[in-house]
């Protein structure tokens, strides 16, 4: 019981680091604790949506593009944050960030 306390709160440690980072403009280190912070925890799409952003902000939009659509899967509300943020129209939407078929084409169960 003792050990999976320490895991989550190691990584909460990890995700106040990297917002901390991102609030000082230190993207770059950001993606890196995020980064650290997911292969501990693969299946935080608060973090993968986050890691998402930071490497939009970094121009890597293609590992955006990956990240987020790991997020979204993981969590479907994030499908809609990013539509909400980027302005993106339903087909555009469907062809960035995918949809359930989508999933099975990228080998993810839904």
Do not use: C, H
Not at 8 to 36: C, I, M, N, P, R
Not at 42 to 56: E, F, R, T
Not at 64 to 76: G, K, P, Q, S
Not at 97 to 102: L, N
Request: glycine share 8%.
């Amino acid at each position: 019981m003792t050990e999976t306390y320490w895991t989550k709160k190691q990584g909460q440690e990890l995700y106040d680091k990297a917002l901390e980072l991102d609030s000082q403009g230190k993207t770059l280190e950001a993606v890196g604790v995020y980064q650290k912070l997911i292969n501990a925890s693969p299946k935080n799409a608060q973090a993968l949506y986050n890691l998402g952003v930071d490497y939009a902000t970094l121009g890597n939009i293609e590992q955006a593009i990956r990240v987020w659509r790991r997020a979204v899967w993981l969590d479907e509300t994030f499908r809609d944050e990013l539509i909400k943020a980027f302005s993106i129209d339903d087909d555009l939407a469907q062809t960035v960030i995918g949809g359930e078929d989508d999933y099975l084409y990228l080998g993810m169960a839904a």
